[in-house]
């Protein structure tokens, strides 16, 4: 094959501002490399309710998505389940890089955590630490 495979990028959302960062680096290196950015949201639905049951109104959740995907030519998907990590997990392909961004703090983040455990199951990351409001 002559054309080489599309780099998926996919950003995780995580926080407004942090989410907004990590795609916008996706945007930004997407054209360089022949790579489409995805923004990802899991929401996770607690127990007891069921999995198309969010607590939280669809239509936030799609206007959220929405707004940080302007002026950006990322695809969005919105997916439902019980648990963050392996929902993610099962979004994610061959040419998968994912792109995180998180603050910069002495211990481990939450963010940073991910990041290891998904460089653990063999997928690439580029992680962003600096300082962000919630």
């Known amino acids: 094959d002559l054309h080489p495979a599309k780099l998926d990028l996919v950003v995780p959302f995580t926080t407004f501002r942090q989410t907004r960062t990590a795609l916008d ?15 990802v949201k899991i929401q996770v639905i607690p127990y007891p309710l069921q999995l198309r049951e969010t607590p939280v109104y669809l239509g936030f959740l799609q206007q959220q998505m929405d707004h940080l995907r302007a002026g950006t ?7 439902f389940a019980r648990e963050f990590e392996p929902a993610l997990l099962n979004t994610l392909g061959n040419e998968s ?4 961004a998180g603050k910069r703090r002495p211990w481990a983040t939450r963010i940073e955590r991910l990041a290891i455990s998904l460089r653990q199951e ?3 990351v580029i992680l962003l630490l600096g300082e962000y409001d919630a």
Not at 73 to 79: D, T
């Open 25 to 39: 680096e996706a945007s930004r290196m997407a054209p360089a490399r022949n790579g489409n950015v995805r923004l």
């Open 73 to 79: 030519a990322a695809s969005s998907e919105l997916h």
């Open 97 to 100: 890089v994912v792109v995180l």
């Open 122 to 124: 063999g997928y690439p």
